[in-house]
C-alpha cells in the first residue's frame, strides 16, 4: 500500500464517480480501477458499492478514507518540513484548538511570525480535547490548546495568563436573566446545552451530587451552533464567557455560575517532540509571550 494508491482511493471517495476522479486527478480510470481491487485485494474487504451511476464507501471504505486522510496528511506535513528547513522563509504550522476567547493571544503571535515570514501558512483543526490530541498524537498537528490539565507524562505544555469562567447564555427576558448569576438550584428542571467534555469533567466539580438533578438536553462542541438553539427557545447554554454575542441588542445574555467555575487553558505539545523551523519558532515566541505574563 503506497501513499500514491491512498491518494487516489479519496479522490473516488471524495467524487464517488470514478469518472470524475480520473479528470480531477489526471489519472485514467483504468488505474483507479486496478489501485481499488488492489486495494481491496490486500485488506480483503470491499472498500465500494457500485450504482447505477455512481459509487459509495463501504463500512470498510469508510474506515479506510479516515486512516488514509490521516497517513496522506502525514506524509504531506513530512515534505513541508524538509522542503523548510533549507531556508527558513516560511513553512506549515498546524494547531488543534479548543475554543475560549484567549485564542486571540495566540492569533497575535502568528500575525507577528507572518509578517517576519510571509510565506507562513496555518492549519486550524478545532475540537474538544479528544478531537484534537487524537491527531496530536499521531504528529498531524504541532500544537494543540486544550482547556483542562494536560497528561505531563506525554505531553509538554504552557499555560495560557487567565481562565476562563463558565456562565449560562439565555434570553434576555428569560425570568433568570435578572440575576446577577446563576446557582445549581436554578438549572434544576431546565433544558441545558453543553458540550460533553464540559458536562463529564467540568460541571459535576462545580454542583457536586445535584448533577444528577441536571438535564442534558443536547451536546455541542461549537458553542456557536447551541447559542443558536438558546436564541429559538430550545433550551439554555452552559459555556465559557466571550464565546456567544451577548452585546445590547443581541437578545441574549451571559450569566456567570456561583460559586465561580473555571478552567484554565494550556498550549501543549508531544514529548520529544521534534519540530520543524517554523514550528520552533512559533514555540519559541509562544513561551516568551506566556512565561512573561505569568512573571508580569
Known amino acids: 500500500m503506497e501513499i500514491k494508491d491512498l491518494r487516489y482511493f479519496l479522490a473516488i471517495a471524495r467524487e464517488e464517480n470514478m469518472t470524475r476522479a480520473s479528470e480531477l486527478i489526471h489519472v485514467s480510470q483504468s488505474t483507479l480501477s486496478k489501485t481499488v481491487k488492489a486495494l481491496e485485494e490486500e485488506l480483503g474487504k470491499k472498500l465500494f458499492v457500485r450504482h447505477s451511476f455512481s459509487i459509495s464507501l ?81 504528529g498531524i498537528l504541532d500544537f494543540a490548546v486544550l482547556v483542562e490539565s494536560p497528561d ?43 458540550s460533553e467534555q464540559s458536562w463529564h469533567a467540568d460541571l459535576p466539580r462545580w454542583c457536586g451530587e445535584r448533577m444528577n438533578e441536571l438535564h442534558l438536553e443536547g451536546s455541542f462542541r461549537l458553542s456557536y451552533n447551541g447559542g443558536i438553539f438558546v436564541r429559538e427557545g430550545l433550551g439554555y447554554l452552559l459555556t465559557f464567557d466571550h464565546l456567544i454575542n451577548t452585546e445590547p441588542g443581541s437578545g441574549l445574555v451571559f450569566r456567570p455560575l456561583a460559586p465561580a467555575l473555571t478552567v484554565e487553558m494550556y498550549l501543549v505539545w508531544k514529548k520529544y517532540q521534534v519540530f520543524s523551523p517554523i514550528a520552533e519558532l512559533f514555540l519559541k515566541k509562544m513561551r516568551v509571550f506566556l512565561e512573561g505574563c505569568r512573571t508580569a
Open 58 to 138: 463501504t463500512d470498510e471504505g469508510v474506515l479506510l478514507r479516515k486512516r488514509a486522510d490521516d497517513l496522506v496528511t502525514m506524509a504531506d506535513k513530512i515534505t513541508a518540513e524538509f522542503q523548510s528547513m533549507d531556508i527558513l522563509s516560511g513553512g506549515d504550522l498546524y494547531l488543534g484548538l479548543a475554543e475560549s476567547y484567549q485564542i486571540r493571544y495566540l492569533a497575535r503571535e502568528i500575525k507577528q511570525l507572518k509578517e517576519e515570514f510571509p510565506d507562513l501558512h496555518y492549519h486550524i483543526t478545532s475540537g474538544d480535547t479528544e478531537q484534537v490530541t487524537e491527531k496530536l498524537d499521531k
Open 152 to 194: 505531563a507524562n506525554k505531553y509538554d505544555f504552557l499555560r495560557f495568563p487567565e481562565a476562563d469562567r463558565f456562565g449560562l447564555v439565555l434570553p434576555e427576558k428569560d425570568i433568570l436573566a435578572k440575576k446577577k448569576a446563576i446557582r445549581a438550584d436554578d438549572l434544576v428542571g431546565l433544558p441545558l446545552f453543553c
